[in-house]
């Protein structure tokens, strides 16, 4: 087990930004980053996405856990200008789905935009963006369907875990 040092987050910093580092270390440190409660670490987070060249996955990756980081109004501003770059700039499939995921399940608004955007386009990024929408929209009408889940018998407040999630929760 993996206990995170929240008084140290040079340490975790050092070890994401460094490219020679082993990736399994590097996402090791992210996602202790991930559990920082100050928006310093989504600095590093998005200055680490930067440097990173080469690692779709790596990219990919920190674009996840800032989605995961929507603690305070504050998060949640940095975290959405820094994706909303992520989808309009040239980066791989991956990478801008999981940046049109986060955004999806920080604010359905973030969706809408994104459908109203790509609505008449044609392309491998334009169809991704829009598959990933469609899954959004399907949680968002799932949610007002069914009252946050209470309906079909989910209390959303006893959760195990508090992930952010492009679908509900089956076993929770
Ligand atoms: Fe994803």
């Not at 670490?41 to 989605?67: K, N, P, T, W």
């Not at 975290?79 to 940046?99: K, R, S």
Request: glycine content about 4%; aromatic content about 8%.
């Amino acid at each position: 087990m993996i206990i995170v040092d929240h008084n140290d987050l040079q340490k975790y910093a050092t070890v994401l930004k460094d490219v020679n580092a082993p990736i399994a270390e590097r996402t090791d440190s992210l996602f202790c980053l991930r559990s920082f409660p100050g928006v310093d670490a989504i600095d590093v987070m998005i200055e680490a996405f930067h440097i990173e060249q080469f690692s779709d996955l790596l990219r990919h990756e920190i674009c996840y856990c800032l989605g995961q980081m929507n603690n305070s109004p504050e998060h949640a501003a940095k975290i959405q200008d820094f994706l909303a770059l992520v989808v309009e700039g040239n980066y791989p499939a991956i990478v801008t789905h999981e940046a049109v995921e986060a955004l999806g399940n920080m604010n359905s608004e973030n969706t809408e935009r994104l459908i109203e955007k790509y609505r008449n386009e044609h392309s491998e990024i334009a169809d991704m963006v829009n598959e990933t929408c469609e899954v959004a929209k399907a949680l968002v009408k799932w949610n007002k369907e069914t009252n946050m889940g209470e309906d079909e018998g989910i209390d959303m407040t006893r959760r195990k875990f508090t992930t952010s999630d492009p679908a509900p929760p089956f076993n929770y």
